[in-house]
C-alpha cells in the first residue's frame, strides 16, 4: 500500500501542464484470479517508446495495490515505488512490461477500480479507478486494444468486447477496440439475463443484454426498450452505428452515479436502469429511458472519440448530455424536455457558477478530477453545445458533427478541436464563443426598450459576476432568440435569433404599427439570467399569449416568482390576477396536461431564495416556507369548487403505460390531488393509495397525505409492502424528510439514520436521506442549525467509507453566503470541522476549502 496521507498539501494539476505519455501502448493483457480478500491481477503489457517524446520517464499509476512481482521481457526488475505509482528504468525499444498485484475487492466501500456489491465484482475506472486495479498509465489519452481473462467460481463472468472463449472456472474477452483504461470493467456474479437483438442499418446483427440479480428479471423490459430507441435514434439522426456483436448493460446496487459507458459492457446504478409499474414512478421511467441513451450514445461520444485529458471532460460530456436531451424530446415532448432542464439548470448549475464552486466548463486546475463531474461540466455543456447549434444552424450543425466523426475517429481530443470542425466546417470564426468554455459564471443580460414611428428598439447589457479566479470576464457571443407580438396577442415577428457579442448592443425592428410586447430568450436560447423591468400583467398576457411554449411557461414562472416574492417581503396576500390566470389555466382542457402540470408546480423554495438574494436580499427560508404554504392552501380554496371534477377528468384510467401522455396527465393529476388533501382531510389521496395498481398513484397518494400529515397508516402500509425491494425503499426513507415540517426535519432524518435499512455503504440510501435533508429547504435552514449539523457529522462520518459521493454532497453547504450572518457563522463551523476531521480524503478536503474561501 502506498497512499500518501491525503490530509497533507493536495496536489494541484494544470490543464496548461499536458504532456504526452512517452510510450505508445500496443496491447493490454490482463488476468484476473477472483477472490473477494485477495484478487490477483497479472498484466501484460507492450509498451514502445516514442521516437519524439519530450519525456521518456517511465511512470505508471498505481494506488492501494500490492506489488507482487514485476518484470520487463521474462526478466525480474525492481520497479521504485512513488507516490501514486512506481517508475522502472525500462529498455529504449518495445518491450514487454508484466506485473503481478494484489487488491482486496471486499474491502473498497469508495466504490472506485475493482469492488464488491451484494457478493458480486465489478468495477468503476473512471476517471481515475483503473490505477486501483493495476498498474498502468491511467490517462484518457494513452488508448490500447484489451484482453482479458477472468478466473474465478462466478456463474458469470463479463468484460468489455467479444467473448472469445470460456469453461470451468474461467472466461476470456476480447475488446478490438483501441480504448483509454477508464473505459475498462469487468464484472462476475450470479447473475441472469434479459435479452434482446438489435438489427444495425448495415444489416449486423447485435446481442443486447441487462444483467441483474436473480428477483430483478422483471425490471428490465423498459430498459431494454429504450436501449433499442436508442440505437436507432442515433442511426437516425447522426447516422452512427454501434459496432460491436454484442452490448452488456449490468445493473448494481452500489454505485456512485447513475451509470458508466464502460464500452460494450455498460454498468448502471439500479436505479437508473431497473424499472416496472409497480415500483417505478413516471419520473423514473423518464429518467431510465435518458440515462440509458447517454450511456448508449458514449459509444461515439466518448469512447471512439475521447477526451485527451479530464480537463476536456464535457467535451464527452456536454455532448452527450446534448445528445441524449435531444432523443428525450424526440420520444417525448420537445417543449417539456426542454421546461425540465431548464427547471433543473437553474436549480443544480445556477447556484453552482453563482457560488465558490463556480467553474468554467472546461476548468483548467484540479486536485481531484471526480469533484469536477458537475452541473457546469455536464448541464452547462450541454447548453454550450445547444446555444453552437442556433449559432450555426441544424444543416452546419450535422456537417461540423459528420466531420467531427470522420476526423477524430478513435482519437482522445480536445475543445480546441472540437471548435475547429466548426469553423472548418461553416468557416466561422469561434474564436469569441470559445470563452464560454473557459469563463465561469451566469450572465446576467439586461434587456431595455425603446418604441417610436414604427421602430422598436431592444438594448441589450451583459455582464457576468466574478468568480473564484475570475474577477474580469470579457462580453460573450450569445444567441438571444426573440419574437414579438401584437397587443391583441398575435405575433407580429417570428422568432429570429439576435447574436450580442458586446457589452452593450442594441437591434431595431422597423414597421411596427403598435409597441409590441416582446418574447425574450426564447426555448431558453441561452444559459443566462434575463433582467428586464416589466409587468404582470404582461407577464400574463405572454402566459395566455406566447407561441413560444418555453416562454409561456416561463412568464408564468416569472408570474410565480414574483408573488411569492411580495409574499416573503412584504407579507402581501397571494395575488388575485395569478391565482385567477391559473384557475383559467388548469381548467383548460385545450392545453397539454403535462404543460398545465408545470404551470401549477411552484417554483422551489430555494430558487425564491436564489431570487431574493439576486436582488440584494437575504432570504429567510422560514418566511419563504410559510408564503409558499399560504399560497397554496389560497390556490387550493380558489379552486374548491372545481378540484372534484378536475381530479375526476385527469384521473388515467386503464391499464398503465409509462409513456409521455400518460405521464404528463398523470403529472397533472397528482397535482391536483394533492390540493384536494389540502381541503378534504385526506379522502381522496387515502382511496387512491388503497386503490392504486402502479406507483406512479401510489407514491402520489402517500405524498399528498404525508404534507398533510395524514400519512401514518399508510407510511407503515408502504413500508411493509416494499420493505424487501431497496429502490422503493429509498423512496420511502426520502419521502418522510421531504413532507417533514421544518422544525421536525432533522429530527426525522437522524431517526432514519438510526433505522435498521439506513446504510452508510450504499450511496443510494444514503442519499435518499442526506439528499433528501439537504434538498427540504426550510428544514436544512432551520435557525436551531440541527439541519446543517447533522448532514455534516454524517458527512464526517461516510469519508473514511466513500469519500467521492462524501465530497459530492458537501456541496449542499455551497449556497452559504446567501443566508444571514448567524446562519453563514454555522454553516462554517461545520465546514470547518469537517475540514478539521483526521485523514480528510482528498476529495471532501478540495471541496470544503474552495467553500470556505470564498
Ligand atoms: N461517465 C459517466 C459518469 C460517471 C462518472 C464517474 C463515475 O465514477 C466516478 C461513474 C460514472 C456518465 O456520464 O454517465
Ligand atoms: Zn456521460
Excluded at 435518458?290 to 450514445?297: Q, R, T
Aim: net charge negative; proline share 6%; glycine share 6%.
Amino acid at each position: 500500500m502506498n497512499d500518501a496521507a491525503p490530509n497533507a498539501a493536495p496536489q494541484t494539476f494544470y490543464l496548461k501542464d499536458y504532456k504526452p505519455f512517452g510510450y505508445e501502448v500496443e496491447s493490454v493483457k490482463l488476468t484476473f484470479q477472483l477472490s473477494p480478500n485477495a484478487t490477483k491481477v497479472h498484466s501484460a503489457i507492450r509498451f514502445t517508446p516514442k521516437a519524439d517524446a519530450e519525456d521518456n520517464r517511465f511512470f505508471l499509476h498505481g494506488e492501494q495495490l500490492s506489488l507482487i512481482s514485476a518484470k520487463i521481457d521474462g526478466t525480474p526488475v525492481t520497479a521504485r515505488l512513488v507516490e501514486g505509482g512506481l517508475e522502472c528504468d525500462v529498455p529504449r525499444t518495445s518491450f514487454l512490461w508484466e506485473a503481478e498485484v494484489e487488491i482486496d475487492p471486499a474491502a473498497n466501500t469508495a466504490l472506485e477500480g475493482l469492488y464488491m456489491s451484494n457478493g458480486m465484482y465489478c468495477t468503476q475506472c473512471e476517471a481515475e479507478g483503473f490505477r486501483k486495479i493495476t498498474y498502468y498509465p491511467d490517462r484518457p489519452d494513452v488508448m490500447s486494444t484489451f484482453t482479458v481473462r477472468i478466473e474465478g467460481d462466478e456463474p458469470v463472468m463479463l468484460s468489455n468486447g467479444n467473448p472469445t472463449g470460456a469453461g470451468e472456472g474461467w472466461a476470456e474477452w476480447h475488446d478490438p477496440w483501441p480504448k483509454p483504461a477508464y473505459l475498462f470493467a469487468l464484472v462476475a456474479g450470479d447473475l441472469v439475463n434479459h435479452p434482446g437483438s438489435f438489427t444495425t442499418k448495415s444489416g449486423k446483427d447485435v446481442e443486447l443484454n441487462i444483467w441483474v440479480r436473480p428477483g430483478d428479471e422483471g425490471k428490465c423490459a423498459f430498459g431494454m426498450e429504450a436501449l433499442k430507441k436508442s440505437m436507432k435514434w442515433d442511426e437516425d439522426v447522426y447516422g452512427l452505428e454501434y459496432d460491436l456483436d454484442l452490448f452488456n448493460i449490468v445493473a448494481v446496487d452500489d454505485f456512485n452515479m447513475g451509470a458508466m459507458e464502460n464500452k460494450g459492457l455498460n454498468i448502471f446504478n439500479s436505479s437508473c436502469v431497473l424499472a416496472s409499474p409497480e415500483t417505478s414512478t413516471d419520473a423514473n421511467f423518464e429518467r431510465i429511458e435518458a440515462i440509458i441513451a447517454h450511456e448508449y450514445f458514449h459509444n461515439w461520444t466518448g469512447n471512439r472519440i475521447t477526451c485527451r485529458d479530464w480537463f476536456q471532460l464535457c467535451l464527452k460530456e456536454g455532448l452527450t448530455v446534448f445528445r441524449d436531451a435531444q432523443f428525450t424530446a424526440d420520444m417525448r415532448s420537445e417543449p417539456v424536455k426542454r421546461i425540465e432542464d431548464v427547471i433543473a439548470l437553474r436549480a443544480r448549475q445556477f447556484p453552482e457558477d453563482g457560488g465558490p464552486l463556480a467553474h468554467p466548463p472546461r476548468p483548467e486546475e484540479f486536485q481531484e478530477i471526480n469533484n469536477f463531474y458537475t452541473a457546469t461540466v455536464y448541464e452547462k455543456g450541454a447548453e454550450v453545445i445547444g446555444m453552437l447549434k442556433r449559432l450555426v444552424g441544424d444543416d452546419n450543425y450535422y456537417k461540423a458533427l459528420n466531420l467531427y466523426f470522420e476526423r477524430h475517429d478513435g482519437q482522445a481530443c480536445t475543445i480546441e478541436d472540437w471548435l475547429k470542425v466548426f469553423e472548418d466546417a461553416t468557416g466561422r470564426d469561434l474564436s469569441q464563443f470559445k470563452l464560454w468554455y473557459s469563463q465561469a459564471g451566469t450572465p446576467r443580460v439586461k434587456v431595455t426598450e425603446d418604441y417610436a414611428d414604427g421602430t422598436y428598439t431592444l438594448t441589450f447589457e451583459q455582464s457576468t459576476p466574478p468568480t473564484p479566479g475570475q474577477p474580469e470576464k470579457a462580453p460573450r457571443v450569445i444567441p438571444m432568440a426573440v419574437g414579438l407580438l401584437s397587443p391583441n396577442g398575435d405575433e407580429v415577428r417570428a422568432t429570429e435569433v439576435l447574436e450580442l457579442t458586446e457589452a452593450k448592443q442594441s437591434f431595431t425592428f422597423e414597421g411596427l404599427a403598435s409597441k409590441p410586447v416582446p418574447s425574450i430568450l426564447r426555448e431558453f436560447s441561452a444559459p443566462v439570467i434575463l433582467e428586464r423591468e416589466t409587468t404582470n400583467s404582461e407577464r400574463a398576457f405572454l402566459l395566455a399569449h406566447d407561441t413560444d411554449p418555453f416562454n409561456r411557461w416561463e412568464a408564468g414562472n416569472a408570474l410565480a416568482k414574483e408573488v411569492r416574492v411580495a409574499m416573503v417581503l412584504d407579507g402581501a396576500a397571494p395575488d388575485a390576477a395569478y391565482l385567477d390566470a391559473l384557475e383559467k389555466l388548469v381548467r383548460d382542457d385545450e392545453q397539454d396536461p403535462a404543460f398545465r402540470a408545470l404551470v401549477l408546480s411552484p417554483p422551489s423554495q430555494s430558487d425564491i431564495a436564489q431570487t431574493l438574494h439576486e436582488r440584494g436580499h437575504t432570504p429567510d427560508p422560514q418566511k419563504i416556507y410559510d408564503a409558499a404554504e399560504t399560497f397554496t392552501q389560497t390556490l387550493a380554496q380558489q379552486l374548491e369548487t372545481s378540484l372534484p371534477r378536475l381530479y375526476a377528468a385527469t384521473t388515467v384510467e386503464g391499464p398503465y403505460v409509462p409513456d409521455a401522455d400518460g405521464a404528463g396527465k398523470r403529472a397533472l393529476n397528482s397535482r391536483i390531488l394533492s390540493l384536494l388533501t389540502r381541503l378534504d382531510g385526506g379522502e381522496q389521496a387515502a382511496r387512491q393509495y388503497a386503490s392504486a395498481d402502479n406507483m406512479t398513484q401510489q407514491y402520489a397518494a402517500l405524498a399528498a397525505l404525508m404534507k398533510a400529515e395524514k400519512g401514518e397508516t399508510q407510511s407503515q402500509a408502504f413500508f411493509e409492502q416494499w420493505q424487501d425491494d431497496r429502490l422503493v425503499m429509498d423512496k420511502w426513507f426520502a419521502l418522510q424528510i421531504a413532507c417533514a415540517a421544518p422544525e421536525t426535519t432533522a429530527a426525522t432524518a437522524k431517526e432514519l439514520t438510526q433505522h435498521p435499512l439506513f446504510s452508510m455503504k450504499n450511496p443510494n440510501r444514503f442519499r435518499a436521506v442526506m439528499g433528501a435533508l439537504a434538498g427540504n429547504h426550510a428544514g436544512f435552514h432551520h435557525a436551531s442549525g440541527a439541519g446543517y449539523q447533522l448532514l455534516a457529522e454524517n458527512l464526517i462520518a461516510l469519508d473514511s467509507v466513500n469519500p467521492q459521493t462524501t465530497a459530492r454532497m458537501c456541496a449542499a453547504f455551497q449556497t452559504w453566503k446567501r443566508y444571514d450572518s448567524k446562519r453563514q457563522a454555522q454553516i462554517q463551523a461545520e465546514l470547518e470541522r469537517i475540514l478539521a476531521t483526521r485523514d480528510l480524503s482528498r476529495d471532501t478536503h478540495e471541496m470544503v476549502s474552495r467553500m470556505l474561501s470564498a
